[in-house]
C-alpha cells in the first residue's frame, strides 16, 4: 500500500522529471543528445547523541536533489544539484550540454535497451517505508536506554559517540528509455562507543544497529550490553604465539570476510583484471558446501527492492553455489564490459547470506588443538588482484575443542585468499534477513591453515 508521503513526493517529482526530460531532448538536439535519465530525491534526516543521560546533539534537515545523466551516442556526462528549481536545472543542463563532446566515447556507459527495460513490479509487500514514524523524544529515549545498560556493566569506564538517526528517503527516475522506478526508505541507525579500563590499561568498542522500521531495531538495553561486554573481553589481552593454526570467525567477523568475497566478484575488479578470480567462473573456488546468495525480496530488509535503477528487475540469485563461482556482481555497464548477461544488481548486493552450514559452532570447534576464535579485525589490507590477506584482528583463545576467556589481540592474520576461500568451514547458525546489522548474514565460520603473527 502505497503511503501519503509517498502519493505527495510522486504528485511533485513525476511532473517536474518529465518536464526535465523534455527539455533535455529539445535542447539538446543542437549538442547531439540522444537519451537523458533524471533522478529526483528527498530526504527527511533527524539524530541525536546522548552523552551522560543528556542531549548532546540533535539534528534535523530536508534535503532535495536532482541526479541528471545527458547522453550524445557513445558519450554521457552526470551531474546533480541540491535543488528542484527548474531554472537551475536547466541552467546545469545547458553548460553540460556545451562540455559533452570533449567527453570520451564509452560504448559500454548507455541505458539499458529500451526491450530490456521493465514496469516496475509491486513493491508494498516489502513495507520498505514505515508510515508512522517516531519522533525526537522516542529516538533520544532508545540513545539514553543504550548508554544505561553499557554504563551499568561493571569495568566500563565511560561512552562516547553515542548516537541515533532516522532518514525518511524517497527517489523517482525516469529515462527516455521507458525507464520509471520509484523507491522509498525509511532507515533507523544507532552506535555507540564503550571504554573500558583495567590496571593494565583501557579498550574501546562499539556495537550498533540499523532497520528500516523501528520497532526491528535491536534492544537498546541489549545493544548498550553488547557493546560493554565486547569491550571488557579485549581488556588485559595478550599476544599469541606465532604459527598456523586454525581461526574460527564469529558473526561480525565471518561478514568481513565474506565482504572480502564480494569484493574478489566485483564486475569494475574482473574488467580491470584486479581480482585473482579473473576467468574463473563455473570453477571451484571456495569449499564444498558453501553457498553465497542475494534475495532483493526479504520483507523489510536493509537492501530489498523490486526494479534496480538501471530497469532490470531485481530476483534471487546465486553468487557461489557449493563452491563453484557462478556469476560475478556486475551493474549493466560492467557486464557489458566482461561480456555476461546483467543480474538487476545495478546498486550493488542486496541481503546477502552465505546459507548454514551442518555443524553447530561446538562440533565446528571441537576440534581445534589451538586456534583462535576472532571477534573482529582493525586494520591491515587484503588484495583481491595478487590474493593476499593481511589484517590485525582480536578475539580469544581456543584450547582443546573450547574457547577460553583468554583475550587475545594484536596478531595478524595472514594467508592467501586461494588457499583460504578453500579451507572454509560453516557453522550452522546463520543469521536470518532482514538483519538489524549485517549486509552479509554468514553463519560461525572456520578457516584452516592460517598464519598467525604474534609473539
Known amino acids: 500500500m502505497t503511503t501519503q508521503a509517498e502519493k505527495d513526493f510522486l504528485k511533485k517529482a513525476k511532473p517536474i522529471a518529465g518536464a526535465l526530460l523534455d527539455y533535455a531532448l529539445d535542447a539538446g538536439k543542437p549538442y547531439g543528445i540522444t537519451h537523458a535519465r533524471v533522478t529526483l530525491s528527498a530526504a527527511e534526516n533527524l539524530s541525536g547523541g546522548v552523552s551522560n543521560g543528556a542531549v548532546s546533539q540533535l539534528v534535523t534537515g530536508v534535503g532535495q536533489s536532482v541526479h541528471i545523466t545527458l547522453y550524445a551516442g557513445k558519450r554521457s556526462v552526470s551531474f546533480s544539484k541540491n535543488t528542484l528549481n527548474t531554472e537551475k536545472i536547466r541552467a546545469a543542463m545547458r553548460e553540460n550540454m556545451q562540455i559533452i563532446h570533449l567527453v570520451p566515447e564509452n560504448e559500454n556507459n548507455r541505458l539499458l535497451e529500451k526491450e530490456k527495460v521493465v514496469p516496475q513490479p509491486d513493491a508494498s509487500a516489502l513495507d520498505l517505508y514505515e508510515e508512522n514514524q517516531p519522533g525526537q523524544a522516542e529516538l533520544i529515549c532508545y540513545a539514553?536506554?543504550?548508554?544505561?545498560?553499557?554504563?551499568?556493566?561493571q569495568g566500563v569506564k565511560t561512552t562516547d559517540r553515542l548516537k541515533v538517526g532516522k532518514s525518511a528517503w524517497q527517489s523517482y527516475t525516469k529515462a527516455t528509455n521507458g525507464l520509471e522506478n520509484h523507491m522509498a526508505k525509511t532507515i533507523y541507525s544507532a552506535s555507540g562507543e564503550v571504554i573500558a579500563e583495567s590496571k593494565n590499561g583501557m579498550e574501546a568498542g562499539y556495537d550498533y544497529s540499523r532497520a528500516l522500521h523501528f520497532e526491528d531495531m535491536t534492544d537498546p538495553s541489549e545493544l548498550g550490553r553488547n557493546a560493554?561486554?565486547?569491550?571488557?573481553?579485549?581488556?588485559?589481552?595478550?599476544?599469541?604465539?606465532?604459527?598456523?593454526?586454525?581461526?574460527?570467525?564469529?558473526?561480525?567477523?565471518?561478514?568481513?570476510?565474506f565482504g572480502t568475497v564480494m569484493a574478489a566478484l566485483d564486475g569494475t575488479a574482473v574488467f580491470?583484471?584486479?581480482?585473482?578470480?579473473?576467468?574463473?567462473?563455473?570453477?571451484?573456488?571456495?569449499?564444498?558446501?558453501?553457498?553465497?546468495v542475494d534475495d532483493p525480496l526479504v520483507k523489510r530488509g536493509l537492501g530489498s527492492g523490486t526494479l534496480d535503477s538501471a530497469g532490470l528487475e531485481m530476483k534471487p540469485v546465486t553468487f557461489i553455489e557449493d563452491g563453484v563461482l557462478k556469476i560475478f556482481n556486475t551493474s549493466v555497464t560492467e557486464a557489458r564490459q566482461i561480456g555476461v548477461n546483467p543480474i538487476g544488481r545495478e546498486n550493488g548486493p542486496t541481503n546477502s547470506t552465505v546459507l548454514p552450514g551442518a555443524l553447530t559452532p561446538e562440533e565446528l570447534i571441537a576440534g581445534i588443538k589451538e586456534g583462535i576464535y576472532i571477534k573482529g579485525f582493525k586494520g591491515g589490507t587484503v588484495n583481491t588482484a595478487n590474493g593476499t590477506h593481511s589484517r590485525e584482528a582480536y578475539g580469544l583463545l581456543i584450547k582443546d575443542g573450547k574457547i577460553t576467556k583468554t583475550a587475545v589481540s594484536g596478531f595478524v592474520v595472514s594467508g592467501t585468499l586461494g588457499k583460504m576461500f578453500m579451507n572454509v568451514a560453516l557453522a550452522n547458525d546463520t543469521p536470518q534477513h532482514p538483519s538489524t546489522k549485517y549486509s552479509i548474514a554468514a553463519p560461525t565460520t572456520r578457516i584452516d591453515g592460517c598464519t598467525i603473527a604474534g609473539q
Do not use: C, W, Y
Not at 539514553?144 to 556493566?153: I, M, P, Q, W
Not at 573456488?285 to 553465497?292: D, E, F, P, R
Open 272 to 292: 580491470n583484471g584486479n581480482t585473482f578470480l579473473k576467468g574463473k567462473q563455473g570453477q571451484q573456488i571456495m569449499s564444498k558446501g558453501v553457498t553465497l
Open 144 to 153: 539514553r536506554k543504550f548508554e544505561e545498560a553499557a554504563r551499568a556493566v
Open 228 to 257: 560493554a561486554l565486547t569491550t571488557i573481553a579485549q581488556l588485559d589481552s595478550v599476544l599469541p604465539g606465532t604459527g598456523e593454526m586454525p581461526i574460527v570467525l564469529d558473526h561480525a567477523a565471518a561478514e568481513e570476510f
